[in-house]
């Protein structure tokens, strides 16, 4: 995780030597307008610059407890432009979820009825179009969405993770790799 910044850096969270570790602030998300009507754009992001097409893999562990606690990863171009997935937490039931951002957020979610300990997601950029699969074994990858997000060839790309109506959940992401094509 070498080169990653913070943009809305977490109240706690620490690298370890295969992930990182931390716990969600209080209230924080990211949304734009769509059906609520408000701008949220205070959620934890731990990213790096990235030009062109590349795969990102991670497996995603979390201590989710309120309503909409969230964890994944996140493409971004700008606060108007962005895409989050991941798992969000909703009626006490942990969802595979994805918001593409322009300008309006939008949002589609999967609820996983008997969740396993951990989930795996695969986002893949093949120039303007996003790729999202999931995984409940780490083996066996399922498509959730395809998406068209930016032409722009430069992008962050990272870990995402908010609490928008909690006091904060803890994450573990592990095996975070962004894979570039040779």
Same mark, same amino acid.
């Given at each position: 995780m070498t080169n990653m910044q913070w943009y809305n850096e977490p109240p706690q969270w620490q690298t370890l030597a295969n992930g990182l570790h931390l716990t969600t602030g209080a209230q924080t998300d990211f949304w734009?307008?769509?059906? %609520? @009507? =408000?701008i949220r754009d205070? @959620?934890? =992001? %731990?990213y790096q610059t990235v030009q062109g097409d590349f795969t990102v893999n991670v497996k995603i562990t979390g201590q989710y407890r309120v309503l909409y606690d969230q964890a994944g990863v996140m493409v971004r171009e700008n606060e108007m432009t962005w895409l989050k997935c991941g798992i969000e937490f909703v009626e006490d039931i942990q969802n595979v979820s994805a918001v593409v951002t322009h300008d309006f957020s939008d949002w589609s979610v999967v609820p996983i009825l008997q969740p396993?300990?951990?989930l795996w997601f695969r986002v893949q950029r093949r120039a303007a179009a996003i790729e999202i699969q999931y995984s409940l074994n780490g083996e066996d990858y399922q498509m959730l969405r395809l998406a068209h997000l930016?032409?722009?060839?430069?992008i962050q790309v990272g870990l995402m993770a908010a609490s928008p109506q909690g006091a904060g959940c803890e994450i573990l992401f592990e095996d975070f790799k962004i894979v570039l094509p040779d």
């Amino acid at each position: 995780m070498t080169n990653m910044q913070w943009y809305n850096e977490p109240p706690q969270w620490q690298t370890l030597a295969n992930g990182l570790h931390l716990t969600t602030g209080a209230q924080t998300d990211f949304w734009r307008k769509t059906h %609520y @009507g =408000f701008i949220r754009d205070n @959620g934890h =992001f %731990y990213y790096q610059t990235v030009q062109g097409d590349f795969t990102v893999n991670v497996k995603i562990t979390g201590q989710y407890r309120v309503l909409y606690d969230q964890a994944g990863v996140m493409v971004r171009e700008n606060e108007m432009t962005w895409l989050k997935c991941g798992i969000e937490f909703v009626e006490d039931i942990q969802n595979v979820s994805a918001v593409v951002t322009h300008d309006f957020s939008d949002w589609s979610v999967v609820p996983i009825l008997q969740p396993p300990p951990s989930l795996w997601f695969r986002v893949q950029r093949r120039a303007a179009a996003i790729e999202i699969q999931y995984s409940l074994n780490g083996e066996d990858y399922q498509m959730l969405r395809l998406a068209h997000l930016t032409q722009t060839e430069t992008i962050q790309v990272g870990l995402m993770a908010a609490s928008p109506q909690g006091a904060g959940c803890e994450i573990l992401f592990e095996d975070f790799k962004i894979v570039l094509p040779d």
